[in-house]
């Protein structure tokens, strides 16, 4: 039976708010060239919740992405910290978006896709080697209002998500961030279930295209979909609502 690594939520998470927090600004960056962007982005969670299920206790994940003229691709590495949860997933994707105008409003479109890999999941959790394909509809506004469908091609399972975010500016280089998702997927073997997710964080504007957060995370589910326990047979899923804590950071060049 495998032994699960435990480590310290509150402390860790604490730590990296704190050491992003007091960093000092730096100066504004000029774009050069070609208008394009890279991004880098990390990130801490208490617990790792997508799609209003959890998959894991504590985790981390980084990725970087590349934005140019419309087109975007990237790839994303989560790994748990306990040795019970899902062993690791990486992300491949990519996307377009054309920006359309309306009546003076952006309504812009994206289409793409998102490849996941779980090279060697831990029992009681599925093989999350799929691949999915999306469609997004969003609007330049307040709450940059959004809707997007996806269809997970390996399971058969169709998802239909809304997100709403609200910038808070405060204190010249520093901000509250909030957001909120709610959606339905609807698998074709399995149990539907209905999710909704709202989040707060703090924001700090380092300059230089760096920015780094710290927040908090609620989850609700119309199903069992959050853990109780972890053990070496899998997750036992019996509660219905969660809330976690995030740290991290994002730095565009």
């Not at 969670?45 to 299920?53: A, L, N, Q, T």
């Not at 149990?191 to 700090?204: C, F, K, M, P, T």
Request: net charge negative.
């Amino acid at each position: 039976m495998r032994q699960p690594r435990r480590f310290a939520r509150g402390a860790v998470l604490a730590s990296i708010g704190c050491a992003l927090l007091a960093l000092p600004a730096a100066p504004a960056a000029q774009a050069q060239g070609l208008m394009y962007t890279r991004e880098v982005r990390g990130a801490v969670k208490s617990d790792y919740v997508f799609r209003g299920v959890q998959l894991a206790e504590e985790a981390f994940k980084i990725s970087g992405e590349l934005r140019l003229n419309g087109l975007h691709g990237g790839a994303t590495w989560i790994q748990p910290f306990n040795a019970d949860d899902f062993a690791n997933e990486t992300r491949l994707y990519g996307g377009w978006s054309p920006h359309w105008e309306d009546h003076g409003s952006r309504l812009d479109i994206e289409l793409g896709f998102t490849w996941y890999a779980t090279p060697d999941p831990a029992p009681g959790f599925p093989d999350a080697s799929r691949f999915e394909p999306y469609a997004k509809v969003y609007i330049d506004a307040p709450l940059v209002p959004s809707i997007a469908g996806f269809y997970d091609a390996e399971r058969e399972t169709y998802t239909l998500e809304g997100r709403l975010t609200h910038f808070v500016p405060f204190g010249g280089l520093n901000g509250f961030e909030l957001g909120f998702d709610g959606g339905y997927v609807s698998p074709e073997d399995a149990e539907e279930h209905a999710y909704a997710q709202g989040s707060i964080d703090l924001v700090r504007d380092f300059l230089g295209g760096v920015e780094g957060y710290v927040g908090l995370r609620g989850s609700v589910s119309s199903e069992d979909r959050y853990f109780s326990d972890v053990t070496a047979f899998g997750p036992v899923y019996d509660q219905r609502a969660r809330a976690w804590v995030a740290a991290g950071f994002s730095a565009s060049f």
